[in-house]
């Protein structure tokens, strides 16, 4: 059974940092596509930051050049390092994987089966 569990969120001023971590269990982790998505009150979830199993990464134009997304294949944990946070960014942070997600498509939330749970981000003004 595959489970995904997030943490690492909380509540941050404009300009801090955080990092959520996705622990992985049951499926050949190596092997998969995984991704960050967030989804503010009111608002579509939408695709942060997405990892190919060839290490290949993407971003949403929003995060680019703040958020960096990596892996920790012996733990089988996936992590989402946020920089310069800004209120905008606050919402439920989901991480989720799938077999295979087409790299036209990585960042689009309907690609993915697996999901975790979420853990809420908070960034004020």
């Known amino acids: 059974q595959v489970q995904l569990v997030e943490s690492g969120g909380g509540s941050v001023q404009a300009g801090g940092s955080l990092r959520l971590s996705c622990a992985a269990s049951?499926?050949?982790?190596?092997?998969?596509?995984m991704g960050w998505f967030r989804q503010a009150p009111g608002k579509e979830r939408e695709g942060v930051a997405a990892?190919?199993?060839?290490?290949?990464?993407s971003y949403a134009d929003s995060v680019k050049g703040r958020f960096t997304i990596s892996r920790d294949s012996a733990k089988n944990n996936l992590y989402l390092q946020m920089s310069s946070l800004k209120p905008e960014d606050t919402a439920v942070y989901y991480c989720?994987?799938?077999?295979?997600?087409?790299?036209?498509?990585?960042?689009?939330?309907?690609?993915?089966?697996?999901w975790g749970q979420g853990t809420q981000v908070t960034v004020s003004s």
């Open positions: 989720a994987a799938d077999t295979y997600v087409g790299s036209s498509y990585r960042l689009n939330y309907k690609e993915y089966i697996y």
């Open positions: 049951g499926f050949i982790y190596r092997r998969n596509y």
């Open positions: 990892l190919g199993s060839d290490g290949s990464t």
